[in-house]
C-alpha cells in the first residue's frame, strides 16, 4: 500500500485493480461493434450496385465455396469467374434487408454488451476508489485535517474521482474505439477505392489538431470559471451560515453588492468562452461540411469516370457521416485527458499523506491495561507548521523548534491515579484540551518531548485502537453523524440496545429533552434532521460516551453549554455510574471541578497549582482568584 | 425533510409558465433564438438533397457539367449555416448565463430580506443548492434544453416534408415506426428517469459521507468508530454500484432498441425502396436520400425525450427555487415604511432618526412561527435609555426569545415593542440593526483577516480604533499572539481559533460598530473566568450611556444589571435587580445558591 502513489501510473493501476478485466472486454466488444457499423454500407453499396443497378460483381475466391454450399444459386458462374447472381437477390430482396438487420442486430448486441462491461468496470472502479480514499481520509491524523480545508478535500474525493472515472470508462475507452474506427473504416475504404479514401481522410488530421489545438487552448479559461465558480459557492455559504451576523450589523446591502459582482464576472467569464465554444463547434462544422463536399465532389468525378460504383459512392458519403462525430470529439478527448492528470495528482496528495499507523507488536490487551495510573512525565508539545504550496496543499515546513512562544504544553509532568478524579483548570488557549488529545493520540509527542505513560507503558508504544477504545473522551465541539439520535449514541456499540441507549442518556439528562422530541430516540440529527441546541449536543456525546463504559472517560468543556443545576445532575449520575474510572473534567466552572481529587491549574501551558479543593483555596493563586470571581454574588 | 417542503405544491406545466416573468426581459433574443435555429434544421434536413442530385443527374447521366454549379450552391449554404449556427449557440448560451445571473441574484437578494424563522427551518446545505445549483438547471432548461426541442422537432417536421414530396409509398413505411419508436422509448425512459434520480441521491449521500468523515473525523478518532463508520460507507458504495449497473443496463438497452429500430427501417425501406428502383419508379439518387433519413431519424425522436425528461426532473428544483423566491419574509417593513427609511438594499438615510436608546415592551405576547406554544404572555417592561438587562434562566428556557424581539429579528404575535416610545414597525428594520450590537453565543467569523472581519460593522474603522476596540475587550492578546497581527487569515468561519478566541473578537467587532443597543447572547461563555472578569470592566465601560441586553450562564457575569428578569419554562418569574431577588428568595434565589454552593 506504501508505494501506490509513487507516480500517476501506480495509482492508477492501483485503482484499476478488479475492474481493468471489464474495460478490456469492453474495449473488444466496443471494436466488434465498429467492424459491425461498418458491415452494413457495404451490404447497401452491394445492393445498389449488383441487384438494383444489375453490374457485375465477382464473388471473392475465398466466398465461393461458402456461398454455394449455403445456396447454389447466390453464384452465377461465367468461364472461370464467378459472380452474384444480381437477378436473384432482385426478386429475393428481403434477403438483403434481412441480412441487414441480423448485422444490425449483432451491432446492438455487441454495443449492448460493451456498455454493460464499461458501466461495471467504472462501477467497480469509482466503488475502489471511493473506499480507499474513506478509508485512507478516516486514518490521516488530526493533524493533517487541521491542515486541509474541509471543501478542499471533499472536492477532491468527489470532483476529482469523476475526472478519473470519465477518464478511463470514457475517454480511454472512446479514444481506443476512434482509433480501431477510423484504422478499419481506412482498411474498409480503402478496399473500395484508394484514391477516394486519401480524399476522405484528407482532413481527418486537420479537424483533429484543430480541435486539439482550440480545447488546449481554452483549458486555462475552463479552470478560470471553475474557480470562480467555487469562490461564488463560496460566498454564500458564508452569507447562509452568517446570516445572523449579516442581520444584526446591517450589512444586506455590502452583500448583495459583492455577491452581484462575483455573479457579474463569473457570468461575463463564461460568456466570452461560450464566445469561443461557439465559434470553434461552427467552424468545425464548416470543416466537416467541407470534407463531405469534397467526397461528394470526387466521387462524382470517379463515378463520371467510370472508376467508382453509385453504390460505392453512397457507402463512403455513409462512411463519411460514420467518421464525423468521433473525429470532432477525439481533438476534445485528448485535450481533456490532460485534466485527468492534475485530478490523479490531487487525489496522490491524499493517499500519499502518511496515516496513523501502528507497529505490529504495539501493546493492547493485557499488555496495556488501562486502570492503571496515568502519568504525564515532562510533557512538551507544539504543534507542526504548515504552509501552502501553490495548489493549496498543506506542507509541513518548519520541524518544532522548541521556543517559547509555540510551544502549547511546557514541561507539563503530574500523575493521574488510577480510578480517581482529576479536574483541569486553565485560561482560554492554556493547553487543556491539547493535553487530552494527547493522551488519545490524536497527536503524538516527538522523542524529546517528554512522556506520556500509563501503568508505566509510554503511550506511543500503546495500539492507538485499543487506546482509544478505553479512553472515552467527550469533545469541546462534539460532533453529531446523520442518523436517528439511538444511532448516535449507540456508535461504538456493535448492537444498539435500547435499554442501554436510554440508561446512557438518562444519566446525560437528556432523557427528558428526548421525549420532547416528536420521534424520541428515532428522531432524525445531523446535517439532514433537526438541529440541536448546543447543550443537547454535548449532552448527546456525554450519551455517547457513558454507553462505552470506559476505564477512563474525559470531559473536555463538556457541560459548558448546560446550566449549572443540569451540570450538577449530570455528574451526581456520572459519579454513581462510573465508580472506579479514572476522569478528567476540564471546566471553568470551579464548581463543577471541585469535588475532584486532584486539581490542576494550568497557564500558558506550565502546571500553575496543583492539589485539591482546599489546598488551592489556601494557596491564594489563581485558583483562589478564580473561585472568589465566580463566588462573588 | 425535503420532500414535504415540495408536497401538493405541483406547478401546472411542469413549472415552465412560473419562469416565465424571468424570461421576458430576453423575449426577443427567444424569439430570434427559436428563428435562427428552425433555419438551421432545415438546412440540415436538406443536404442529402445535393447526394441525391449528384446521383439521379450527374452520376446516372454520366456528366459533370453542373457539378461546379452544385459544389458552389453547397458551399454557399454551408456558410449561410455556419454563421446561423455560430450565431444560435451564441445567443443561447448568453440565454442559459443571463438567467443563471439573473436568478441567483435574485435568490440571494431575497434571501437577505427573510426573517431568522426561514433559516432556523431550512438548514444551510438545502438553500446553497437552491441559489447555485437550481439556477444553473433552469438556465441550461430555458435555453439548450428548450433549443434541443425546438430544433429536434422541425428538424422532423422537414425530413418528413422531404419525404413525402419525394416519394408517398417510401414515406408511409418509414412512418409506420415512429409511434412504435416513441412508444418503445418513452416507456424505457420512464423507467431511466426514477434510475437516475436514485444514482444522484446516492451520490448526494456519498458527498455527505465524505463530510461526515472530514468534519468529524476527531469523533470518529475518538469514539475508535473508524470500522463502523467504513463498513456504513461501503455499504453505501455497494448500493451506487448496484445502482449504476441497473441504470447502465436501462440506458444501454434503450440506446441499442433505438439502434435496432433504425436498422429495421433501413432495411425495409432498403427492401421496398430497391423494388421500386428495380421496376424503374424510383432513382438510385432518391433512394439513397431515403437510406440517409431512415438512419437519422429516430435521432431526434430520441433527444426530444430525453429533453422531456430531463424537463420532468428539473420540475423539482423549479418548484424549490420559486418556493424560495415566493417565500414572505415574517418580520417585513410596509410599503409605507419602506417609502421613508428605504428598503433592505437602498436606506434613505437622510430620512432616518437617531436612535435615542429607550426600550419598551408594551404587552407582548409571542410565539415562535413553528411553534404552537406562546412562550410571552402578555409581558410589558420598560427599560430607559442606558440600562442594562440581563436574562437569566435554565438551559433552553427560551432566553433569546426576548433579544429576538428587541432586534426585530422576530415581530410580536400581539402588543408591541416601542423604541424610543415609538412601535419598532414604524421604522425599517436597516434602520434598527444600523444601531445594534449583537455578540452570538456561537460567534460567526467570515473567511478573511482579523482586520476584514472586526471592519464588518464599521467599514471606514481605522487600525487605532480597531486595536483600541481589541483592548477593551482583552482581544488584542489573541491578535497579537496569531502571525500577521490583523492581517492573519482567521480560517474557514474562523476555524483556526477556538471558540474563545472567537467570542472575543466577535465582541469586538459589535464595540467598534459603536451601536446604541448592545445585545450580548452568552457572549463569553465559552472564555476563561479570568479574561471574562476583565471583559465584565470592558462591558461596564461599553454599557455605560447604552442600553443593552445580556443572556448569562454564569450569574457572577450579571449581578450588576439594572433589570435582572429570571427565565423558567419560557415564561419570566421574576424581575428586579439582584439585590430585590436576592431578598425575595425565589427562584433567582435558588439559581445562584445552587450555582455558588450545590457542591458543599
Redesign the interface.
Known amino acids: 500500500m506504501n508505494n501506490v502513489g509513487k507516480n500517476r501510473k501506480t495509482l492508477l493501476l492501483y485503482f484499476l485493480r478488479g475492474s481493468k478485466r471489464y474495460f478490456i472486454i469492453s474495449v473488444i466488444f466496443a471494436m466488434l461493434v465498429s467492424v459491425l457499423d461498418l458491415i452494413?454500407p457495404k451490404i447497401?453499396s452491394f445492393?445498389?450496385d449488383c441487384?438494383?443497378?444489375k453490374k457485375k460483381q465477382k464473388v471473392p475466391e475465398f466466398a465461393v465455396n461458402l456461398l454455394s454450399e449455403i445456396n447454389e444459386k447466390f453464384i452465377v458462374s461465367e468461364g472461370d469467374a464467378y459472380y452474384f447472381n444480381s437477378e436473384y437477390f432482385?426478386s429475393r430482396?428481403?434477403l438483403?434487408?434481412?441480412l441487414?438487420?441480423t448485422?444490425?442486430?449483432f451491432?446492438?448486441?455487441c454495443?449492448?454488451f460493451f456498455?454493460?462491461f464499461?458501466?461495471?468496470g467504472?462501477?467497480?472502479l469509482?466503488?475502489r476508489m471511493?473506499?480507499l480514499?474513506?478509508?485512507h481520509?478516516?486514518?490521516?491524523p488530526?493533524s493533517w485535517?487541521n491542515a486541509n480545508?474541509?471543501?478542499d478535500?471533499?472536492q477532491r474525493?468527489?470532483s476529482d474521482v469523476e475526472t478519473i472515472r470519465n477518464f478511463v470508462a470514457e475517454q480511454l475507452t472512446n479514444l481506443i474505439r476512434v482509433v480501431v474506427l477510423i484504422i478499419l473504416s481506412v482498411i474498409f475504404m480503402a478496399g473500395i477505392n484508394v484514391p477516394l479514401t486519401f480524399v476522405a481522410i484528407i482532413l481527418v488530421p486537420v479537424i483533429i489538431l484543430y480541435s486539439l489545438f482550440f480545447h488546449n487552448k481554452i483549458a486555462a479559461s475552463f479552470q478560470k470559471v471553475d474557480t470562480m465558480e467555487g469562490r461564488?459557492?463560496?460566498m454564500?455559504?458564508?452569507?447562509?451560515?452568517?446570516?445572523?451576523?449579516?442581520?444584526?450589523?446591517?450589512?444586506?446591502?455590502?452583500?448583495?453588492k459583492r455577491?452581484?459582482q462575483s455573479?457579474?464576472k463569473?457570468?461575463n467569464t463564461?460568456?466570452h468562452l461560450?464566445?469561443l465554444?461557439?465559434?470553434f463547434?461552427?467552424?468545425s462544422?464548416?470543416v466537416s461540411?467541407?470534407q463531405?463536399?469534397l467526397i461528394?465532389?470526387f466521387?462524382?468525378?470517379f463515378?463520371?469516370k467510370g472508376t467508382l460504383s453509385?453504390g460505392d459512392?453512397?457507402a463512403f458519403?455513409?462512411y463519411n457521416?460514420m467518421l464525423t462525430w468521433p473525429v470532432r470529439m477525439l481533438g476534445r478527448v485528448i485535450s481533456d485527458m490532460s485534466k485527468a492528470g492534475i485530478s490523479i495528482d490531487r487525489i496522490r496528495y491524499i493517499m500519499n499523506s502518511k496515516v496513523e499507523e501502528d507497529a505490529e507488536n504495539a501493546l493492547k490487551g493485557d499488555d496495556a491495561p488501562m486502570n492503571q495510573d496515568i502519568v504525564f512525565d515532562n510533557v512538551s508539545f507544539e504543534f507542526d507548521r504548515v504552509e501552502k504550496n501553490a495548489e493549496g496543499e498543506a506542507v509541513v515546513v518548519s520541524v518544532k523548534k522548541h521556543d517559547e512562544q509555540a510551544e502549547v504544553l511546557k514541561n507539563v509532568s503530574f500523575t493521574i491515579p488510577a480510578g480517581k478524579t482529576v479536574g483541569i483548570l486553565?485560561?482560554?488557549?492554556?493547553g487543556k484540551s491539547t493535553l487530552v488529545h494527547l493522551l488519545?493520540r490524536?497527536f503524538d509527542l516527538t522523542e524529546d518531548e517528554g512522556k506520556i505513560t500509563i501503568g508505566g507503558k509510554d503511550i506511543r508504544g500503546i495500539n492507538r485502537?485499543w487506546l482509544?477504545?478505553n479512553?472515552?473522551?467527550v469533545?469541546?465541539?462534539?460532533?453529531l453523524?446523520?442518523g436517528t439520535l439511538a444511532e448516535n449514541i449507540a456508535?461504538?456499540q456493535k448492537e444498539q440496545k435500547m435499554d442501554r441507549v436510554k440508561a446512557a442518556a438518562k444519566i446525560a439528562s437528556l432523557d427528558e429533552?428526548v421525549e420532547k422530541f416528536g420521534k424520541g430516540y428515532e428522531t432524525y440529527v445531523?446535517?439532514?434532521?433537526v438541529?440541536l441546541?448546543?447543550?443537547?449536543k454535548q449532552r448527546t456525546?456525554i450519551a455517547?460516551t457513558v454507553i462505552?463504559n470506559t476505564p477512563i472517560m474525559i470531559f473536555d468543556?463538556s457541560l459548558?453549554?448546560?446550566?449549572?443545576?443540569?451540570d450538577?445532575k449530570i455528574r451526581k449520575a456520572l459519579e454513581e455510574k462510573a465508580k472506579g474510572t479514572t476522569t478528567i473534567i476540564i471546566a471553568?466552572?470551579?464548581?463543577t471541578l471541585?469535588?475532584a481529587d486532584k486539581i490542576i491549574v494550568l497557564e500558558n501551558g506550565r502546571v500553575a497549582e496543583e492539589g485539591t479543593h482546599d489546598e488551592l483555596l489556601q494557596k491564594k493563586g489563581?485558583y483562589n482568584?478564580?473561585f472568589n470571581?465566580?463566588?462573588?454574588? | 425533510?425535503d420532500d414535504k417542503l415540495e408536497k401538493g405544491k405541483a406547478l401546472p406545466w411542469f413549472g415552465v409558465p412560473a419562469l416565465a416573468p424571468y424570461m421576458k426581459p430576453y423575449a426577443a433574443k427567444i424569439c430570434l433564438m427559436v428563428f435562427l435555429g428552425v433555419l438551421s434544421s432545415l438546412i440540415d434536413s436538406i443536404?442529402p438533397l445535393?447526394?441525391k442530385y449528384?446521383?439521379n443527374n450527374?452520376?446516372?447521366n454520366?456528366?459533370?457539367d453542373t457539378?461546379p454549379i452544385v459544389?458552389i450552391l453547397?458551399?454557399g449554404i454551408?456558410?449561410f449555416?455556419?454563421?446561423d449556427?455560430?450565431y444560435t449557440?451564441?445567443i443561447c448560451?448568453?440565454m442559459e448565463?443571463?438567467m443563471?445571473?439573473d436568478l441567483?441574484?435574485k435568490a440571494?437578494?431575497h434571501?437577505?430580506?427573510l426573517s431568522?424563522s426561514y433559516?432556523?427551518q431550512n438548514?444551510?446545505?438545502y438553500?446553497?443548492a437552491r441559489?447555485?445549483s437550481d439556477t444553473g438547471k433552469i438556465g441550461e432548461l430555458v435555453s439548450w434544453r428548450f433549443m434541443d426541442i425546438v430544433w429536434n422537432l422541425s428538424y422532423i417536421v422537414c425530413i418528413f416534408v422531404v419525404m413525402y414530396v419525394t416519394n408517398v409509398k417510401l414515406a408511409l413505411y418509414a412512418t409506420i415506426f415512429i409511434p412504435v419508436a416513441a412508444f418503445i422509448i418513452l416507456i424505457l425512459q420512464k423507467k431511466l428517469v426514477v434510475y437516475n434520480r436514485r444514482m444522484r441521491e446516492l451520490n448526494s449521500r456519498?458527498?455527505?459521507?465524505?463530510?461526515?468523515?472530514?468534519?468529524?473525523?476527531?469523533?470518529?478518532?475518538?469514539?475508535?468508530?473508524?470500522e463502523?463508520?467504513?463498513e456504513s460507507?461501503?455499504k453505501d458504495?455497494?448500493d451506487?454500484?448496484r445502482a449504476?449497473?441497473k441504470?447502465?443496463?436501462q440506458?444501454?438497452?434503450l440506446?441499442?432498441?433505438v439502434?435496432?429500430l433504425?436498422?429495421?427501417i433501413?432495411?425495409?425501406v432498403?427492401?421496398s425502396g430497391?423494388?421500386l428502383?428495380?421496376e424503374g419508379v424510383l432513382e438510385?439518387g432518391t433512394?439513397?436520400v431515403f437510406?440517409?433519413y431512415a438512419l437519422g431519424i429516430l435521432e431526434p425522436i430520441q433527444n426530444i425525450i430525453n429533453s422531456i425528461s430531463a424537463l420532468i426532473t428539473i420540475q423539482v428544483n423549479i418548484e424549490r427555487l420559486m418556493n424560495l423566491l415566493n417565500t414572505k419574509s415574517d418580520v417585513a417593513d410596509s410599503p409605507e415604511i419602506i417609502e421613508k427609511y428605504g428598503d433592505?438594499?437602498?436606506?434613505k438615510k437622510e430620512n432616518w432618526e437617531d436612535l435615542h436608546g429607550d426600550v419598551e415592551f408594551e404587552d407582548v405576547s409571542f410565539k415562535y412561527p413553528d411553534g404552537d406554544e406562546l412562550v410571552l404572555e402578555n409581558f410589558s417592561l420598560k427599560v430607559p435609555q442606558g440600562d442594562s438587562v440581563a436574562i437569566v434562566?435554565?438551559?433552553?428556557a427560551g432566553k433569546s426569545t426576548l433579544v429576538n424581539l428587541v432586534?426585530r429579528?422576530f415581530e410580536p404575535t400581539k402588543g408591541r415593542v416601542l423604541i424610543d416610545g415609538r412601535d419598532a414597525r414604524e421604522r425599517s428594520?436597516?434602520w434598527l440593526?444600523?444601531h445594534?450590537?449583537?455578540v452570538?453565543?456561537?460567534p460567526?467569523l467570515?473567511?478573511g483577516t482579523v482586520r476584514e472581519n472586526l471592519k464588518?460593522?464599521k467599514?471606514e474603522a481605522s487600525d487605532d480604533e480597531i486595536w483600541q476596540a481589541l483592548k477593551l475587550v482583552k482581544g488584542d492578546v489573541?491578535v497579537n499572539?496569531m502571525d500577521n497581527g490583523l492581517d492573519s487569515d482567521v480560517g474557514?468561519?474562523g476555524g483556526m481559533l477556538?471558540?474563545?478566541?472567537r467570542q472575543?473578537l466577535?465582541f469586538a467587532r459589535a464595540i467598534l460598530?459603536d451601536p446604541e443597543l448592545l445585545?450580548l447572547d452568552e457572549a463569553t461563555?465559552?472564555?476563561?473566568?479570568?479574561?471574562?472578569?476583565a471583559i465584565q470592566e470592558a462591558i461596564k465601560v461599553v454599557t455605560k450611556g447604552r442600553t443593552s441586553f445580556m443572556i448569562a450562564?454564569?450569574?457572577?457575569t450579571i449581578?450588576d444589571a439594572d433589570i435582572i428578569l429570571a427565565v423558567k419554562d419560557g415564561k419570566i418569574v421574576e424581575r428586579g435587580n439582584?439585590r430585590e431577588l436576592m431578598d425575595k428568595k425565589g427562584y433567582y434565589y435558588e439559581?445562584?445558591k445552587?450555582?455558588?454552593a450545590?457542591?458543599f
Not at chain 2, 208 to 214: C, H, L, V
Open positions: 452494413n447497401i445492393a445498389v441487384v438494383l443497378s432482385g430482396l428481403y438483403i434487408a434481412g441487414i438487420a448485422v444490425a442486430f451491432a446492438v448486441l454495443r449492448y456498455k454493460q464499461n458501466a461495471r467504472e462501477g467497480k469509482v466503488q471511493r473506499n480514499l474513506y478509508e481520509i478516516i486514518h490521516l488530526v485535517h480545508q474541509t471543501g478535500i471533499i474525493s468527489t461564488l459557492s463560496a454564500v455559504q458564508e452569507n447562509l451560515t452568517g446570516v445572523r451576523v449579516v442581520r444584526a450589523f446591517g450589512r444586506e446591502a455590502y452583500e448583495k455577491f452581484e455573479n457579474e463569473y457570468m463564461w460568456i461560450m464566445k465554444l461557439s465559434a463547434w461552427a467552424t462544422d464548416f461540411g467541407l463531405v463536399l461528394a465532389s466521387g462524382a468525378v463515378c463520371v453509385p459512392y453512397i458519403i455513409s457521416a486553565g485560561g482560554t488557549g492554556s488519545d490524536l485502537k482509544r477504545e479512553i472515552g473522551i469533545l469541546q465541539e462534539p460532533y453523524f446523520s456508535i461504538t429533552a445531523g446535517e439532514r434532521g438541529t441546541s448546543g447543550g443537547q456525546a455517547q462505552r468543556d459548558s453549554a448546560v446550566d449549572a443545576e443540569t450538577v471553568h466552572r470551579i464548581s471541585m469535588n489563581i482568584k478564580v470571581l465566580q463566588h462573588a454574588v | 425533510m443536404y445535393f447526394n449528384i446521383l450527374n452520376i446516372a454520366k456528366t459533370l457539378l459544389i453547397y458551399i454551408l456558410a449555416q455556419t454563421w449556427n455560430y449557440m451564441r448560451s448568453s448565463l443571463w443563471d445571473r441567483r441574484n440571494f437578494d434571501l437577505q430580506t431568522f433559516f432556523n438548514n444551510v446545505g438553500v446553497h441559489v447555485m456519498i458527498t455527505g459521507d465524505f463530510n461526515e468523515a472530514i468534519t468529524g473525523v476527531r469523533s470518529i478518532k475518538v469514539l475508535a468508530a473508524e463502523k463508520m467504513m460507507f461501503g458504495t455497494k451506487m454500484y449504476s449497473v441504470t447502465a443496463h440506458s444501454a438497452f440506446n441499442s432498441s439502434t435496432f433504425s436498422g429495421l433501413l432495411a425495409v432498403l427492401m430497391g423494388k428502383t428495380i438510385i433512394l439513397s437510406l440517409s433592505t438594499f437602498n436606506p434562566g435554565e438551559t433552553g432586534c429579528f428594520q436597516l440593526h444600523s445594534l450590537g449583537y452570538l453565543q456561537t460567526h467570515f473567511t464588518y460593522g467599514p489573541v499572539k474557514e468561519g477556538s471558540t474563545g478566541e472575543l466577535s460598530a445585545v461563555s465559552s472564555v476563561d473566568t479570568v479574561t471574562e472578569r450562564h454564569r450569574l457572577s449581578i439582584h439559581l445562584v445552587k450555582q455558588n450545590e457542591s
